[in-house]
C-alpha cells in the first residue's frame, strides 16, 4: 500500500502569466518547474491545485502530465495520484552510460564542426560554472554544468542524437545527483570541465574523447556514493 501522499513544493514554483492557459503552455511550465531541481523525486503533483494556478479546467493538466509520464518525469498510481518519478540507483547509473555513449558521439562530431561563437558560448558556461562553484551555488552548479556539457556538443548538428541526449538528462535531472557531492569532488569536476574546454578549443578529437571520458568515470563513481535512503529513490530493499 502506497504511503500518505506529500505536500507537494511544485505549486510555490509555478508561474501562471495569465489564467485559462494552453495545454502547451501548462506543460512547459511544468516541465521547467521538474528540471530545475526544487522538486524532488516522489513529491506529489496535485492534480486541482495545478488546474487552480492556471485557471483550467483538469483535463488540460492531465494531457499535460501524461506527456510528462511518457517523458519518464512523472508517475501515475491508481489511487494515489501523480508524482514526480523516482529511480532507482540502478536506473541512474544506467541513464549515465546512456549519456555517456551519446554525449561521446555528439563531441566527435561537434570538435570538427565549431565555430569562434561556439568556443566563445563554451568559454562563458564554463566560466558560469565557476562561478556557481565560488558561489556554494548548488543548483546554479547543476544548470551551469548542463549548459556547458550541451555548448561542447551542440555543434555537432545532430538533431535526434542531442534529443536523445537531452531526454536522457531531463530524466535524471529530479534527482540533482551533483547537489549531493562535496566541494572537493566538484572541483575535480570543474578540472575534468577544463580539460574538455582546452581540447574543444584546440579541436583535438582525441584529447576530448579522453577527457570526457575520464569526467564520465567521475561521474559515476560519485553516482555510487550516493546516499540511498534520502527519499530520492525508489526503495528496492
Known sequence: MPGPRKRSAL???LVSDQQGGSQAAILEELRRCLLDGGVP????IPLDEVAQVFGVSRIPVREALKTLIGEGLVEHQPNFGYQVAKLTPRELHELYVVREVLEI???????????????????????AL????KAQDVRGYHRDSRRFHLALVRPCGMHRLLAMLESA???T???QPMAHVSDDVKAVMHHDHGEMLAAFLARDEE?????????HGRLRASL?????HTGLFVDTD
Open 41 to 44: 523525486p516522489g513529491t506529489a
Open 207 to 215: 584529447r576530448l574523447v579522453a577527457a570526457a571520458r575520464a569526467h
Open 169 to 171: 538528462w531531463n530524466t
Open 11 to 13: 505549486i510555490a514554483l
Open 130 to 133: 565557476g562561478q556557481a562553484i
Open 105 to 127: 558521439a555528439a563531441l566527435t562530431a561537434a570538435v570538427t564542426a565549431a565555430t569562434e561563437q561556439d568556443d566563445i558560448e563554451a568559454t562563458a558556461t564554463h566560466e
Open 173 to 175: 535531472e529530479p534527482v
Open 224 to 228: 555510487a556514493a550516493l546516499p540511498r
